[in-house]
């Protein structure tokens, strides 16, 4: 498996990222940790006239936690985002969630920027983004701005990113509450058969907010309102719980592969989605 | 292709090399510095033959090209111990079975010895999750955890007696 | 102070490190420092890279090779296609099964992945880019993946190559997809038998298609040496003196011309026993560039091209009286070979050796029938961790044991210790011809019972069925029991060839002066340890200490003539060789010792490392006096020096056997599983290095584990491979990988020279069954009876919906 050649650049500063694609267009592609990317390149999937490395770029890197508002660069590794208490102590479902991607080698260099900026509807960081209802920051020529994870996925690597922006980082607000991030997956390094992202807030003895958000069944990571929505208000009870399962399952819309049939997939999205929430109680 | 001018650190020593951006860092490796004891496997970042570590973290050099690499500080198996003074993961894996065809094994050894690093008293279940990068098909992978395991306790025991 | 002492007998024997003891491997100081030397470490001044271009199709016609904007890209030197090999007759290449396989693609291709032209380029990635630039047209044909389809009057004709012929190497052909029908055994007797039975257990048992998928892929160098006219090939070679051979009788280049090199071999497991085109094109090229080309398959290619394991439809019928003694067993096998008929059995045998399929049991009669077809799938039929066939015969007996266990409504182990042959019936002749050496199942099989406790295991899984039928639970616990029983050390030269050549192994020694020694074998090891082993049989024979014996395989110019390492025939076979040339050494000793202590040979008896006069033991010679002599000394009537070589047939095959258990938890709701328990009883003769043998059952296990649980080769309807990197198929990594138990009796093989049989193989010839039954057991009490592997997730979870338990 060789790569088709290409042009390397490794631009200093965002600026001069951001020039680099806007010189070389569709030609280019930025990359980070390279672990999705790479392979595609191996195989011949993609050829990619300048590859445009952002390793050397300081403002990338890094989390900042400010209250509850935590910004996280997007060549923050996941094992940075696994071993960063402060992280795991305000929003511990991100440890929770990077722990199960991929295996040791891959988190020391896969980025948490390219997990959610690439569009591939197998990666976990999306869906959890979507359920914590972060925003992307994307910079480009005209400047910055901040789309919605819940809004930036089109379709399979089809984004709201523009060919000229790049995403710089994550920001989201720490709700507090309970947790869970449940995959079901074949084995270590394998994508999601179908895992869910929940939070669950609990005021006394009923749930004020719920959000729900699945990866992998769909072509697009699913945040489910309506699931969460069944959830708040209530005390999560049997058939609380059985009306979110009944309204994700309306938002999904997986495809048969080697991980199983549709019928399979959606009977397992049911079964995660209902551990995930257990969890998630159980800890709010 | 044009070729790049890349300066590595590999085993303590500086070299300059000569390489396409797109060279992959397992052929640099093996085919220009002539350190064959990282392996190709599987191609796709899944077996962990190629396991290198750089700048201080294991990684699968199948997976990152040349000019990614420009500027790094790697160490491959050929540099984690030398004949007559064996690293104890290198010792370990000799005294507890735990290696059979032997191409696995340095990039199991290079990746045991980042995450004993980073966990030097790991248990058994640590060590398995944090081995699950390398994939072995004659061990059974019990013998190469008991190995690990014992490695780290000598290493431990090592660092007492320094102290 | 007592330098003088001598040392106790047992201490002398510890010194030695031979048999039994769990010597640390030599192989391993190199391997642990990264100084292995596999075949992609073989760098040669000048050396090219081949490189191949690969139909995307399973089956279309090639209408034409475009080859002109690959060479003229800078640093291509040669693109091969059929058109080329023709004139040297090397377009197509003979099979181990009688078949003939296409080296490029002659016309058509006929499976996703196959060779349309070889590339060759100074550079890797040069020769990468040229295969892109290679313009094939291709006119798609209808494909048939499914053998009982390709049987079906109307199928798309596979092989036009073989239009007309209606018999093969193996007999009749009766449809232009069929390539032979195999039968052994009585069938009227098995009908009659099975007509009049009490009670009939029928079941279809299919196991998949898989791969050995070794972490090393297959590769070569060929080096053609114009000035000598020498042609020196490295690779990754089960049999390099086999290669050799094909090597000569393809090229017309002698064979003394040829020097075949296996050098460190990344694993094997059956994957490498096999020729395929890319050695042929690395020679080709190497003779036409007049430069060394190195060709290294990538894990795609490896994956759909080179040789698959197993999928075998395997239809079965076992008879039984009331109480559950066996009285017949028939079994009719639809084997899927792909494209070409290219299975790496012995000659005679081209379901190899299916018929061991009666197992541990004492079975008055049975018959077997196997038919062999073309699918467009990729050739091969290799024997997977697994002596020819054995694994699929074992997982066949010990289903349909399971099976006619449920329809007797009887407990399945006691079924087994019912039927199993005696301990006093060996050597037991089997109903299909099989002269099993020796065994004592029953022992084996109330050890594993009662370490693992069996009763109480039984009583839990009651108590877990009764809680999941109250909703208390969605977890259930299966417990899968296998007995197996091996063959393997192919074999006598009387029935077992490959090509021709007779399937003895060869073991040549040389002692030096003083006393170390260089072991030559016919073998190579791909991770067993030879080199560790067979050094310690022989320091058992000749009283030298293993670390002064250095052994070496592989390289055809040095090693005496073998037939390689597959089908756990090392031990058996080369094994038996080292033994029988340690005989011959100490035979010739006897004699300088009984000439140095001035006594007659029959006056001397062995003593570990020496001979030593009867009664008289202070008066001696060691092995290492002895080999000084050999050289050093004018001894009327005998030779100077000390060497030795055997030549080993076996008289007979071996018969490993163990008990295995696997206790496993199944989650009905997601159809995932947890292993809690995997207790391996293995008996394989005499152990000759423990710490070894539990690596092999480790590892073997493991590939059992990943067969039965997940690891496919899949196809979708079009020919397209499914599973085609290591995303997809499933190797387990140490966080999936269950703990294991091992445990052993001691059965010697009553015909080998040490009795030992051999032990690769057994962990995944046993292995699969065991973990295959314990999800087939969770289900029984639901009324499963069979369920196709592997036991992936979804599959799990379809028996659970299937049998009403998933709501």
New interface residues.
């Given amino acids: ?2 790569p ?2 290409f042009e390397y650049h490794r631009p200093p500063d965002l600026a001069a990222a951001i020039a680099a694609l806007r010189d070389y267009g569709d030609d280019a592609r930025v990359v980070a940790g390279g672990h999705s990317l790479i392979p595609m390149m191996k ?2 999937m993609a050829e990619i006239p300048h590859l445009i490395d952002l390793q050397a770029i300081t403002a990338l890197k890094g989390i900042s936690i400010d209250g509850s508002t935590v910004r996280i660069g997007a060549m923050t590794t996941q094992a940075e985002l696994i071993a960063h208490d402060g992280l795991a102590s305000l929003a511990p479902i991100l440890r929770e969630t990077a722990l199960q991607i991929a ?1 040791p080698q891959v988190r020391y260099v896969g980025t948490i920027g390219g997990n959610v900026a690439n569009g591939d509807p197998g990666n976990d960081m999306p869906a959890l983004m979507q359920c914590l209802d972060a925003g992307f920051i994307l910079a480009g020529p005209d400047g910055e701005r901040t789309v919605s994870a819940r809004e930036f996925y089109q379709s399979a690597y089809v984004t709201l990113r523009e060919d000229g922006e790049i995403l710089t980082a994550v920001s989201f607000e720490a709700t507090g509450g309970g947790h869970a991030y449940e995959k ?1 997956k ?5 994508y999601a ?1 179908a895992a869910a992202a929940v939070l669950m807030v609990k005021d006394k003895t009923a749930c004020s907010r719920a959000s729900v958000a699945m990866t992998n069944l769909s072509d697009v990571p699913v945040w489910s309102k309506a699931a969460g929505d069944a959830l708040a208000g209530t005390s999560c009870g049997p058939a609380d719980i059985d009306a979110a399962v009944a309204a994700m399952l309306a938002d999904i819309a997986p495809t048969a592969d ?4 549709v019928e ?1 997939k959606r ?2 999205a049911g ?2 989605l209902r551990r995930a929430i257990a969890r998630a109680w159980s800890r709010a | 292709m044009k070729k790049m001018q890349l300066t590595l650190t590999v085993n303590g020593e500086a070299h300059d090399v000569l390489a ?1 951006p ?2 992959l860092l397992i ?1 640099v490796l ?2 220009r510095l002539g ?10 970042s ?2 962990g ?1 190629c396991t290198i570590d750089m700048n201080g973290r294991s990684v699968k050099s199948c997976t990152v090209f040349a000019a990614q690499a420009d500027g790094a500080t790697i160490t ?3 540099g984690l ?1 030398a ?1 007559g003074a ?1 690293h104890p ?3 370990a ?3 507890h ?1 735990g ?8 990039g199991m ?1 290079t990746r045991a010895y980042r995450l004993l690093q980073e966990n030097p008293s790991p248990t058994e279940a640590e ?3 944090g ?15 008991k190995a690990i395991l014992a490695a780290a306790t000598e290493m431990n025991t090592l660092k007492e007696a320094a102290e | 102070m007592n330098e003088m002492a001598p040392i106790s007998r047992e201490e002398r024997t510890q010194n030695l490190k031979g048999l039994g003891c769990s010597r ?2 030599v ?12 075949v ?2 073989v ?1 040669l001044p000048g050396m090219l890279y081949g490189d191949f271009v690969r139909s995307p199709y399973a089956h279309a016609r090639v209408k034409s090779v475009d080859k002109s904007a690959a060479l003229a890209l800078p640093g291509v030197v040669a693109v091969l296609t059929a058109e080329d090999l023709a004139p040297l007759n090397l377009h197509w290449m003979p099979t181990l099964a009688g078949d003939k396989q296409m080296v490029l693609a002659d016309g058509k291709v006929l499976f996703q992945g196959q060779e349309v032209a070889f590339v060759v380029a100074n550079d ?2 040069v020769a ?2 040229a295969a ?1 630039l290679v313009v094939v047209d291709y006119e798609e044909l209808p494909v048939v993946t499914d053998p009982f389809k390709a049987l079906e009057p109307g199928a798309p004709v596979l092989r036009e190559d073989l239009e007309g012929q209606t018999s093969g190497a193996h007999g009749e052909r009766r449809h232009h997809n069929h390539i032979f029908l195999w039968e052994a055994g009585d069938r009227q007797a098995t009908e009659e038998v099975i007509a009049s039975a009490d009670v009939v257990a029928e079941e279809m048992i299919y196991y998949h298609r898989t791969h050995p ?5 297959c590769g070569c160098v060929a080096s053609m040496d114009a000035v000598n006219g020498k042609l020196t090939v490295y690779g990754t070679f089960q049999a390099p003196h086999v290669v050799r051979t094909v090597a000569s009788l393809l090229s017309g280049i002698e064979e003394h011309k040829i020097r075949v090199v296996s050098p ?4 094997g ?1 059956g994957n490498k026993v096999g020729v395929y085109p890319g050695y042929v094109c690395s020679i080709v090229a190497s003779i036409v560039t007049g430069k060394p080309v190195k060709w ?1 398959e ?3 290619e490896n994956l759909t091209a080179t040789a698959f394991a197993r999928d075998y439809w395997m239809k079965g019928r076992i008879s039984a009286t009331k109480d559950g003694r066996i009285t017949g067993l028939a079994c009719h096998v639809t084997a899927d070979h792909g494209a070409f008929d290219a299975c790496a059995d012995p000659t005679k045998f081209p379901a190899g050796f299916f018929h061991i399929m009666t197992g541990s049991y004492d079975i008055p009669v049975a018959h077997v029938g196997v038919d062999g077809v073309y699918t467009n799938k990729a050739p091969g039929g290799v024997a997977y961790r697994c002596s020819f066939r054995v694994t699929e015969a074992a997982y066949f007996i010990e289903r349909m044991i399971e099976v006619l266990a449920i329809e007797l409504g009887m407990d399945a182990a006691e079924l087994r210790a019912k039927n199993f042959i005696r301990k006093e019936q060996f050597p037991y002749m089997s109903a299909l011809g099989w002269e099993y050496d020796s065994g004592d199942y029953h022992t084996a099989w109330n050890k594993a019972l009662a370490a693992i406790g069996y009763e109480d295991l039984r009583r839990e899984q009651a108590e877990r069925v009764e809680a999941f039928r109250r909703g208390e639970t969605r977890k259930l616990i299966g417990i899968g029991l296998t007995h197996f029983t091996e063959i393997v050390g192919a074999g006598p030269v009387k029935n077992c060839d490959i090509l021709g050549m007779g399937m003895f192994d060869s073991c040549e020694i040389r002692i030096h002066p003083t006393g170390s020694a260089v072991a030559r074998l016919g073998t190579i090891s ?4 030879h080199a560790t082993t067979f050094a310690q049989i022989l320091a058992s024979e000749i009283g030298l200490s293993a670390d002064s014996i250095t052994i070496e395989e592989g390289d055809t110019d040095t090693a005496p003539y073998g037939l390689g390492t597959y089908g756990s025939r090392s031990t058996p076979v080369a094994g038996a060789a080292a033994a029988m040339a340690g005989r011959k050494i100490r035979a010739k000793a006897q004699m300088i010792a009984a000439y140095l202590l001035e006594v007659h040979d029959g006056d001397l008896e062995w003593d570990v490392d020496r001979f030593a006069v009867k009664g008289a033991p202070e008066r001696f010679k060691t092995m290492k006096e002895i080999a000084y002599a050999s050289y050093n000394q004018a001894i009327p009537g005998l030779e100077p020096g000390l060497e030795a070589v055997s030549y080993y047939d076996p008289p007979n095959m071996t018969y490993p056997f163990g008990a295995y258990v696997c206790v496993m938890e199944l989650d009905v ?4 599983h947890e292993i809690r328990q995997f207790y391996a009883l293995d008996d394989c003769g005499t152990r000759i290095n423990p ?2 043998i ?3 059952v ?6 059992a584990y990943a067969i039965a649980m ?1 690891q496919e080769i ?1 196809y979708d309807e079009i020919g397209n491979v ?2 085609a ?4 198929f ?8 269950p ?2 138990t091992t445990d052993f009796t001691e059965t010697p093989s009553p015909h080998h020279p040490i009795g030992a049989k051999g032990v690769g193989e057994s962990p995944n010839v046993g292995g699969v069954p065991a973990f295959s039954n314990a999800v087939h057991d969770a289900f029984r009490p639901f009324g499963l009876r069979q369920a196709h592997m592997p036991h ?3 599959r799990v ?2 028996i659970a ?1 299937d049998l009403g338990l ?1 709501g």
């Fill in positions: 498996m060789i088709a050649a195989l011949r295996d079901q074949r084995k270590i390094g394998d058969t080697n991980r199983g049939p399979f009977h397992v079964v995660i | 396409e797109r060279e052929h093996r085919e350190l064959t004891g990282p392996h190709i496997g599987c191609e796709t899944h077996c033959a491959t198996i050929e111990g004949p064996l993961l290198q010792e894996f000799r005294e079975h290696l059979q065809c032997g191409f696995c094994t340095p050894i060590v398995r999750m081995m699950a990068g390398n994939l072995c098909r004659c061990t059974g992978y019990q013998n190469i955890v | 640390k491997r192989e391993d100081v190199r391997f642990t420092q990264g100084k292995g030397n596999y992609d470490d760098k890797r990635y990468a880019d892109e998928c070794p972490l090393e892929t460190d071999i990344g694993g497991f290294i990538d894990r795609m791909q991770g067993q340890g709701d997601t159809g995932s710490m070894i539990e690596g092999q480790h590892g073997g296990l493991t590939e997940a899949a499914k599973t990197t290591l995303m997809d499933f190797l387990p990594t140490s966080f999936e990988t703990h294991y992936d997730q979804w979870w379809k919906r998933n």
